[in-house]
């Protein structure tokens, strides 16, 4: 069983079981030097978000942020199921290719926390990349609503193959455009 999410052979059935096995040895092994360098890197990429979304979009993420980490490391379910390799694979180059342009050591300790949590979300949980009331300029946020996960910006994004937005299990939100 591999150690580590590069370790994971893409080419046989993986379960759910077993990648989440992979995360929480990736997650106990996250400095709390990693977790504040990647925060210190959110806070400094948000200052593009305007201020009056700003604060909310903090709070919001870093909530999320650090309880996706908590629910990794307690997640004692069975799960039976196995993930799409494929899509996995997919999402793993994309992440090796944000890391790859990682323009400071802030930016890959983010990439690396927020890539973990991300493959727990989509994968295991599935579940959207950004949590159920995450703000977006505009007043806008993901929603819950009869039986899907609503995104205001998923379209935007789909076309940036630095997004792990094509990834999501998320629609776009209909009433947001």
Known sequence: MADKIEELDLNREIGKKELLHVLKREVSNIHVSEIMKADSFFRADAKYVPARYREELLKTSKKAFFSRIKNIK?????????????????????????????????????????????????????????????????????????????????????????????????VQDRETL
Do not use: W
């Open 74 to 170: 307690e997640d004692e379910k069975d799960y039976r199921e196995s993930v799409d390799i494929k899509k996995l694979g997919e999402f793993l180059k994309t992440l090796k290719k944000q890391k790859k342009h990682a323009a400071s050591s802030a930016e890959l300790c983010f990439l690396k926390v927020a890539g973990l949590i991300s493959i727990y979300a989509t994968f295991i949980l599935e579940e959207p990349i950004h949590a159920v009331g995450t703000p977006f300029p505009g007043r806008l946020k993901v929603r819950y609503r009869n039986g899907k996960y609503l995104c205001p910006v998923k379209d935007m994004q789909m076309e940036n193959p630095n997004a792990l937005c094509r990834f999501c299990i998320s």
